[in-house]
């Protein structure tokens, strides 16, 4: 019985949030973009810690640990 009123409700606050044009601080905008374009490349401060030959090293002893390797 309340549907057509809740639909109308929700057919009203779709168009408001369609049509809703909030005030764009343009000034702030050009900050942030032009601080994004000028920020520095991106560091890993982790990638120290991380061995990656021994990570290849570790692929190739489960290759050679497989049951089909040890029957041929």
């Known amino acids: 019985?309340?549907?057509?009123r809740q639909k109308a409700?929700?057919?009203k606050v779709?168009?408001?949030?369609?049509y809703?044009?909030?005030d764009t601080n343009l000034t702030a905008?050009?900050?942030?973009?032009?601080?994004?374009?000028?920020a520095e490349e991106?560091?890993?401060?982790w990638a120290h810690l991380v061995d990656d030959e021994d990570d290849d090293a570790?692929?190739?002893?489960?290759?050679?640990a497989s049951p089909a390797a040890q029957t041929a």
């Open 14 to 18: 779709a168009r408001e949030l369609k």
């Open 29 to 38: 905008l050009e900050r942030e973009l032009a601080a994004a374009a000028h």
């Open 9 to 11: 409700k929700h057919t």
């Open 20 to 22: 809703f044009t909030p």
């Open 58 to 64: 570790d692929e190739l002893d489960e290759d050679d």
């Open 42 to 45: 991106y560091e890993d401060k």
């Open 1 to 4: 019985m309340g549907r057509g």
